[in-house]
């Protein structure tokens, strides 16, 4: 009988150490890793994976606590890494080349390229008579002075047989370009092919009323957007990086598979928004920049290294800039999720 009882108060005494035990792993047990993350752009449809991996735990899952704004432009996110404001961000390549040519040696690197070809455009109205690109010759387009799809003319320029100076630019914000196109105050406005078409669309142009020049369809082999980190995240916190990736990529998988869905969060993320025109933006841009030729054979979020090399030569003509970066200088490979999980499906 006392053996009984001897033996019931040792099985109690364990069952309370045990649960000693737990309580202090717990309370021991290591906080998230706090990741501060900018958008190139406001929270629209393209940013669902992003937000995606947040709402759903992914991120979390990875033991990372991530924090995601949106932005003003992809000079401006790749500004905000380069003072350490930002661990990490969502920028256009070109941008971060034009940073490390001007200001080397910033050890900024893109880690996961999104966009596998440059979103960069012009748009006209059909009105303006323009067919061809060498029909813009005169003409005055609108645009940011940071857009990339100005930045890059050049470039195109030289592919279509004009002179970079062929054509005028307006400077103006890119909440109007649309407005001053349809309204024919300019001949042209440039920019983003996913975010003007939509936009123009808004304000009453319909896609038959429209000419569009896309820079890669005529040749400017441009990479588009990238996630970037920066050198003390690179450097001190590789595996913070690899965590993040895992979870984007998981999220960017399931956009693909379904991005009606995906669309959502973005509307969970800013209840303003106009869904179907987001899901619509979300397409667009997942459709003709992520599921490429390339991505198929090589993986999302890999790049091919001759490419880039030649990307980064025609980015620095383009741009006028002195220094041409190395490759290695601006993309690795290394930290990407294994390739069997970035196949596109």
């Known amino acids: 009988m006392l053996?009984?009882?001897?033996?019931?108060?040792?099985?109690?005494?364990?069952?309370?150490?045990?649960?000693?035990?737990?309580?202090?792993?717990?309370?021991?047990?290591?906080?998230?890793?706090?990741?501060?993350f900018s958008l190139d752009w406001r929270f629209e449809g393209p940013s669902a994976?992003?937000?995606?991996?947040?709402?759903?735990?992914?991120?979390?899952?990875?033991?990372?606590?991530?924090?995601?704004d949106s932005g003003n432009g992809s000079a401006g996110a790749?500004?905000?890494?380069?003072?350490?404001?930002?661990?990490?961000?969502?920028?256009?390549?070109?941008?971060?080349?034009?940073?490390?040519?001007?200001?080397?040696?910033?050890?900024?690197?893109?880690?996961?390229?999104?966009?596998?070809?440059?979103?960069?455009?012009?748009?006209?109205?059909?009105?303006?008579?323009?067919?061809?690109?060498?029909?813009?010759?005169?003409?005055?387009?609108?645009?940011?002075?940071?857009?990339?799809?100005?930045?890059?003319w050049p470039a195109f320029a030289k592919k279509v047989g004009l002179s970079k100076d062929a054509v005028t630019w307006q400077s103006a914000d890119p909440t109007v370009t649309a407005n001053l196109l349809v309204r024919k105050n300019v001949d042209a406005i440039s920019g983003f092919y996913f975010t003007n078409l939509l936009n123009l669309e808004a304000r009453g142009a319909k896609a038959d009323d429209l000419t569009i020049f896309p820079y890669a369809q005529y040749g400017v082999d441009l990479y588009g957007n990238t996630i970037i980190a920066s050198k003390e995240m690179l450097e001190k916190h590789p595996d913070t990086i690899k965590a993040f990736l895992r979870a984007f990529n998981k999220a960017v998988q399931e956009t693909l598979a379904d991005p009606v869905s995906a669309a959502k969060f973005v509307k969970e993320q800013d209840s303003l928004i106009d869904l179907p025109l987001e899901t619509r933006r979300l397409q667009l841009a997942f459709d003709q920049l992520v599921v490429t030729p390339e991505t198929k054979k090589n993986g999302l979020g890999s790049v091919d290294t001759q490419r880039l090399s030649n990307s980064i030569s025609d980015v620095v003509a383009a741009f006028e800039l002195k220094e041409t970066p190395k490759t290695d200088a601006l993309f690795t490979s290394a930290l990407l999720p294994a390739q069997a999980d970035r196949t596109v499906r």
């Open 49 to 68: 994976p992003f937000l995606m991996a947040k709402a759903k735990g992914y991120f979390a899952q990875e033991g990372l606590d991530v924090q995601i």
């Open 78 to 152: 790749v500004t905000r890494v380069a003072t350490g404001a930002y661990d990490m961000a969502f920028a256009d390549f070109n941008a971060l080349i034009e940073q490390e040519s001007q200001h080397p040696g910033t050890g900024i690197k893109g880690v996961y390229m999104l966009y596998n070809a440059t979103p960069a455009a012009v748009f006209l109205l059909k009105s303006t008579g323009v067919k061809t690109p060498a029909d813009l010759k005169g003409k005055t387009i609108a645009a940011p002075v940071f857009d990339a799809a100005r930045k890059a």
């Open 3 to 36: 053996t009984s009882r001897f033996a019931t108060l040792h099985k109690l005494g364990c069952t309370a150490l045990l649960s000693l035990s737990v309580l202090a792993s717990s309370a021991y047990a290591a906080d998230p890793v706090k990741v501060k």
